[in-house]
């Protein structure tokens, strides 16, 4: 033992000194900061560790699962570490000298024959300000194309258009976040705030701490959804029906702010009339959504003091996706909920630095600062700072996907892309790969051979973020910088130095002769002077003194503006704000027989885009390793895909085959597949490429499919024929789908399979499962689909009706009936009660508080989760096998634990005190905090929880509290125990 302590002080005097500087993380548009620590280098390696800021401004100290793995993917062995030019049809390691040699020869040759336009640029929202200004000038100035875009075309140009047309602006969110705590009621449309933005979720439950109503709109059941007061699972495609019926309550009951609208609005009147000629269930039957619930969201928000609006991709990626923003806009103008604290309209802006990235010219019709590349003033303003005359700027382009019809039609000869990954982004990805094969060249500057890249005549290796720096602007307009913390790679450049190299290789050094990446920021800031987004007034050194700095910021000597609209002035000339008349549009694909389900897509927490990053980061490939087909059980069951099995789905455009996730958080009538695979498994290759006609947005959200073999006739009646049977069996009904229930229907089926007709009711919303393994699944060793015992496919093939998320109520005994929620219920001949135990919970005052769980379930790992993405730190009480599994799996999602425990010992009824203190050392290796000999006395906070405190008076913080003292029978099912006699070891029916 003491040789054991002795190596371990050994090891830890020797850990080598840390290297850490602060950063931001590349993912979302919270724009986070984090310390990423460094050490030295040991053996030729090192290692490198992320922890949160606790003085960031926005989030607080707070980071989710990517942003404490994201230095992850920056590590990569496969990252690109040369220039690739394809020869004899392989990619190959050549010097830059020869693949910028190569580039200038296919630009001039390309643009010689062709025409200048013959050569274009494709962006993304993943750029610095400053190498997303310096793109647009080089693709204006350089190549003199008008052909440039980026991927924030298929993320925000909805929500943009939407909001310049209503409001004269487009910034993500009108109002800054530290609003959204002070908002008397929240409507969240088309957006999954948890999983895709999780340091924002802490503003919402704060709000909703408050006593705000929140409402989500999404047809799908989510995190988010699940926080909410109101969930309106609404039809995709149905978003402007539902917002009708919304504001015809809102009209027609009173709730609209007369004063606002007269002195702050035009186009009113016409919406009011034709609100007039609409019925609720007309649109309730188009939205599919009752009418009862569409007036109680309506009365919600119009009775609230101040009411805010924020839309996402959902509402966005349709057709009629600006016309969908402009609604839900109308919603917080009839109500006057703008320029007001806790009020407003935003767009949740989904790329990392997707607000900056369109302010400032990788736009097809932009310029820099929101000026329009069709505005002879505009043009005029900027080629003065570019150095060149206005006629040298070409025209507008054309949209993201667009171009590649241009490809198609061998007007685009050769393609440029920066930090994008358009064959797995792009919808119709079978047309893009198509388009892409047309070219003569094509040049990819990315980290990674990505999907578009494996296709490049030539690869520029580019930095990551740890290694590039520049100014990144966040979803409320708060324009930060990234400092560079780590050495580029010997024959890696930033983005900002590629585009200087080509520019030089193309002799056009003078117009992109910058000694560092500040020089590039003053530049752009001149530029956008007297534009919507004006950064003139900002630097270096004022955004790092004030932690950010908000647009418009016109003069060094002016605040930046953080709430817009203050005293109903809008930047329109007339200074009002816009309603817009909006009736419902059929989808631009509908269902029918052939095509009967709605497809949708959108992210899951642990992936980010197209999977570039995140699929090389391994706890994500863990928790989420290959897409899947997300479908509600009983449709799963109506065309024959069985859980966990491969199922085709196949649209107009293609075919796709994934396994199966059947999960009733879904409509009947829609399945659900992630965006962040491509090849085989990419969603795109169904995806609808019809787009809206002013955003240009494609209709990511909403395609009609069809799933797996469907049945034939003589299925169907086979599946009848079977039904008439089981009327003729005794009913057995089993309540409680864990373990040891399901092993009794299991002997029952082998001894007298023919004799019953067996329904199980189960409280959790999942098959049988494995409740031994929680822990491995919690600590990220194991996906939830890895515990199940039983799956969907065999309560199906035993013909067992399983009611899940299903509590039993009441057992009348007389009758023989068991009801239970949402109305269900089933009669018996034979009754087994297999309800297990519950959770001890230790009668400690505060108990009750939010933020104390238990661990019994995959609710409470899923509590758990979720909670690490808001919280920080945890206190585990209980330091036997189920606490310190708990304690380990929180360990691994980032949080700082606390294991409290009432004895000396760990685990001291199954170790003796040398073998405990021995695994507490290997613990507290791990990272764990132990407090041993501790009484817990209360738990500490208002709502909640804080902390605990202890009987020797001492205290510690925790923002998360779980109970693993063990459990206790559960004696109580369906409201009591009247009506059986108790036996041994459960009861007797």
């Known amino acids: 033992m003491e040789d054991f302590l002795r190596n371990h002080r050994n090891r830890e005097q020797s850990q080598p000194t840390e290297h850490t500087a602060l950063s931001r993380?590349?993912?979302?548009?919270?724009?986070?900061?984090?310390?990423?620590?460094?050490?030295?280098?040991?053996?030729?390696?090192?290692?490198?560790?992320?922890?949160?800021n606790e003085e960031d401004p926005v989030v607080k100290g707070r980071l989710c699962v990517k942003g404490m793995n994201a230095h992850t993917h920056?590590?990569?062995?496969?990252?690109?570490?040369?220039?690739?030019?394809?020869?004899?049809?392989?990619?190959?390691?050549?010097?830059?000298?020869?693949?910028?040699?190569?580039?200038?020869?296919?630009?001039?040759?390309?643009?010689?024959?062709?025409?200048?336009?013959?050569?274009?640029m494709f962006g993304g929202g993943s750029l610095t300000n400053e190498e997303s200004y310096l793109l647009g000038k080089f693709a204006r100035v350089a190549l003199r194309t008008r052909y440039i875009d980026y991927n924030g075309r298929y993320c925000m140009s909805s929500a943009a258009t939407a909001a310049n047309q209503a409001f004269g602006v487009d910034r993500g969110l009108t109002q800054p976040l530290a609003d959204l705590p002070q908002t008397d009621c929240l409507i969240l449309a088309g957006t999954n705030i948890s999983e895709c933005q999780p340091t924002m979720m802490p503003y919402i439950h704060e709000a909703k701490k408050n006593g705000a109503t929140i409402i989500v709109i999404d047809p799908r059941e989510t995190a988010t959804s699940r926080v909410a007061d109101i969930h309106l699972q609404v039809h995709p495609g149905g978003d402007s029906a539902l917002v009708n019926g919304m504001l015809k309550v809102i009209v027609d009951e009173g709730y609209t702010d007369e004063n606002f609208i007269r002195n702050h609005t035009r186009g009113f009147n016409d919406l009011k009339a034709y609100l007039q000629t609409i019925s609720l269930s007309e649109v309730a039957s188009i939205a599919g959504v009752s009418e009862e619930n569409i007036r109680v969201a309506a009365r919600a928000f119009g009775k609230a003091r101040a009411g805010m609006v924020l839309t996402a991709?959902?509402?966005?990626?349709?057709?009629?996706?600006?016309?969908?923003?402009?609604?839900?806009?109308?919603?917080?103008?009839?109500?006057?909920?703008?320029?007001?604290?806790?009020?407003?309209?935003?767009?949740?802006?989904?790329?990392?630095?997707?607000?900056?990235?369109?302010?400032?010219?990788?736009?097809?019709d932009q310029l820099p600062g929101y000026r329009q590349i069709e505005n002879q003033q505009h043009r005029r303003e900027v080629a003065e700072v570019w150095g060149?005359?206005?006629e040298q700027l070409p025209r507008a382009g054309v949209s993201a996907h667009e171009m590649f019809a241009r490809m198609h039609e061998q007007l685009i000869r050769g393609l440029v892309v920066f930090s994008s990954n358009p064959l797995n982004s792009n919808p119709d990805s079978h047309y893009v790969e198509e388009a892409l094969e047309q070219l003569d060249f094509l040049v990819v500057v990315d980290m990674f051979l990505s999907e578009t890249a494996s296709k490049a005549d030539l690869v520029l290796p580019s930095a990551t973020f740890l290694e590039d720096e520049g100014t990144v602007t966040n979803l409320e307009g708060r324009v930060s910088l990234r400092r560079a913390v780590r050495k580029l790679p010997a024959e890696v450049k930033t983005d900002w130095m590629i585009l200087m190299e080509m520019a030089q290789a193309l002799n056009q050094a003078k117009y992109f002769s910058y000694s560092n990446v500040e020089d590039i920021f003053n530049e752009l800031c001149r530029a956008s002077k007297g534009g919507i987004a004006d950064y003139n007034g900002m630097s270096y050194q004022r955004i790092d003194e004030?932690?950010?700095?908000?647009?418009?910021?016109?003069?060094?000597?002016?605040?930046?503006?953080?709430?817009?609209?203050?005293?109903?002035?809008?930047?329109h000339p007339d200074g009002r704000a816009r309603f817009l008349t909006v009736p419902h549009e059929t989808p631009a694909e509908a269902t029918d027989d052939t095509y009967p389900l709605t497809l949708t897509t959108g992210r899951l927490m642990h992936h980010y885009l197209t999977g570039v990053q995140t699929r090389r980061t391994p706890i994500h490939n863990q928790r989420a390793p290959e897409p899947l087909l997300y479908i509600h059980p009983?449709?799963?069951?109506?065309?024959?895909?069985?859980e966990g099995q491969l199922a085709s789905v196949k649209s107009r455009r293609g075919e796709i085959k994934l396994k199966v996730k059947r999960t009733t958080q879904i409509r009947p009538d829609t399945v659900f597949i992630p965006m962040h695979w491509g090849g085989d498994g990419g969603v795109n290759r169904l995806t609808l490429p019809e787009l809206d006609p002013e955003s240009k947005m494609p209709a990511f959200k909403a395609c009609a499919v069809r799933v797996g073999p469907p049945r034939t006739r003589r299925q169907k009646e086979d599946y009848r024929e079977g039904e008439k049977g089981r009327m003729k069996k005794k009913k057995l009904v089993l309540v409680g789908n864990g373990m040891a229930g399901v092993q009794v229907i299991e002997h029952v089926l082998k001894l007298a399979k023919d004799d019953y007709d067996v329904t199980i009711f189960g409280k959790e919303p999942y098959p049988n499962y494995n409740r031994i393994l929680l822990s491995s699944v919690l600590s990220g060793e194991t996906e939830m689909e890895d515990i199940t015992l039983n799956d969907w496919d065999w309560y199906q093939k035993n013909d067992i009706q399983l009611h899940v998320n299903c509590e039993?109520?009441?057992?009348?005994?007389?009758?023989?009936?068991?009801?239970?929620?949402?109305?269900?219920?089933?009669?018996?001949?034979?009754?087994?009660l297999a309800t297990g135990s519950l959770p001890f919970m230790l009668p400690l005052p505060g108990v009750d508080k939010k933020g104390v769980i238990a661990f019994r379930d995959i609710k409470d790992c899923e509590a758990m989760m979720e909670a690490s993405k808001q919280t920080k730190k945890a206190a585990v009480i209980g330091g036997g096998l189920l606490g310190l599994e708990a304690a380990r799996g929180l360990?691994?999602?980032?949080?700082?634990?606390?294991?409290?425990?009432?004895?000396?010992?760990?685990?001291?009824?199954?170790?003796?005190?040398?073998?405990?203190?021995?695994?507490?050392?290997?613990?507290?290796?791990?990272?764990?905090?132990?407090?041993?000999?501790?009484?817990?006395?209360?738990?500490?906070?208002?709502?909640?929880?804080?902390?605990?405190?202890?009987?020797?008076?001492?205290?510690?913080?925790?923002?998360?509290?779980?109970?693993?003292?063990?459990?206790?029978?559960?004696?109580?099912?369906?409201?009591?125990?009247?009506?059986?006699?108790?036996?041994?070891?459960?009861?007797?029916?």
């Open 388 to 390: 060149i005359e206005e």
């Open 313 to 364: 991709r959902g509402v966005e990626q349709h057709t009629n996706g600006v016309r969908n923003v402009r609604n839900f806009i109308n919603i917080a103008l009839a109500t006057g909920n703008m320029g007001r604290v806790g009020s407003g309209y935003g767009a949740v802006t989904g790329q990392g630095n997707g607000q900056g990235g369109r302010e400032h010219g990788q736009k097809a």
């Open 25 to 52: 993380c590349p993912y979302c548009s919270m724009q986070c900061t984090m310390w990423v620590h460094e050490e030295k280098s040991v053996q030729g390696k090192k290692r490198v560790s992320i922890s949160p």
């Open 891 to 989: 360990l691994n999602l980032g949080m700082e634990v606390d294991v409290v425990h009432i004895y000396e010992d760990l685990m001291e009824r199954q170790l003796d005190p040398v073998a405990s203190t021995m695994l507490k050392e290997k613990l507290e290796q791990q990272g764990m905090n132990f407090l041993t000999n501790k009484h817990t006395e209360k738990i500490l906070g208002n709502q909640r929880v804080k902390g605990l405190r202890f009987k020797d008076g001492t205290q510690i913080q925790a923002d998360l509290v779980v109970m693993a003292v063990g459990s206790r029978n559960q004696a109580q099912c369906g409201g009591g125990e009247r009506g059986w006699d108790r036996g041994e070891p459960g009861y007797r029916c």
């Open 74 to 120: 920056v590590l990569g062995e496969d990252r690109l570490k040369k220039p690739l030019l394809r020869k004899e049809g392989q990619l190959e390691p050549v010097t830059w000298a020869e693949a910028l040699t190569w580039f200038k020869e296919r630009v001039i040759a390309t643009q010689e024959k062709y025409g200048h336009d013959a050569v274009a």
């Open 808 to 832: 039993v109520t009441r057992i009348d005994t007389e009758q023989k009936v068991v009801y239970g929620t949402d109305g269900v219920t089933a009669s018996y001949d034979q009754l087994i």
């Open 634 to 642: 009983n449709t799963a069951e109506e065309w024959m895909v069985e």
């Open 546 to 571: 004030e932690d950010g700095v908000f647009w418009p910021c016109p003069d060094k000597d002016e605040a930046g503006v953080k709430r817009l609209f203050t005293g109903g002035r809008f930047f």
